[in-house]
């Protein structure tokens, strides 16, 4: 993941791939272009405390983004929030925020929740391609999506 905060990538049980958020703060950054407002859906898998997800906040360039959940299904919470256009092109910081983690006796990490998707979408300008970026390396199967003419920061 192009940012701070995130663990390994991991896979579950059943197969699902997922990598946690190993910090109070995990961030995606990326290029936004000017004129472009952006939608962003993100998907949780079951978190290691339910304070954790329950305490989730995303925010922009340290500005809450107001979401909501537009599914939840069989321990699975998809949320949606929106990023407003900006009247030139700049660097991105989409941040994530949990007032809880927990370390769990197995792993004896510190944990929040698991993120097995990541999608970033333009919605004000016309899509002018599709990539797909891996959010937990070129093994496994679940992405962050870049949609429209914008670019991921490279993480060093």
Not at 89 to 98: I, M, P, R, T, W
Request: charge should be positive; glycine fraction near 4%; proline fraction near 5%.
């Amino acid at each position: 993941v192009p940012g701070r905060g995130w663990s390994v990538p991991e896979v579950s049980a059943v197969g699902e791939s997922f990598v946690w958020m190993s910090a109070s703060t995990a961030t995606v950054e990326f290029e936004q272009p000017s004129n472009t407002a952006l939608r962003v859906q993100f998907r949780l898998l079951q978190p290691a405390a339910v304070e954790a997800r329950d305490s989730l906040e995303c925010a922009l360039r340290d500005e809450p983004l107001a979401m909501r959940v537009i599914d939840k299904t069989d321990n699975k919470w998809t949320y949606e929030a929106t990023i407003p256009s900006t009247d030139q092109d700049q660097l991105a910081s989409l941040a994530f925020k949990v007032r809880k983690q927990t370390i769990p006796m197995i792993s004896g990490r510190k944990l929040a929740i698991p993120f097995d998707r990541i999608d970033i979408q333009a919605i004000t300008q016309k899509v002018r391609k599709e990539r797909w970026i891996s959010l937990t390396g070129n093994r496994i199967a679940n992405f962050i999506r870049i949609i429209g003419g914008f670019e991921l920061a490279r993480s060093s």
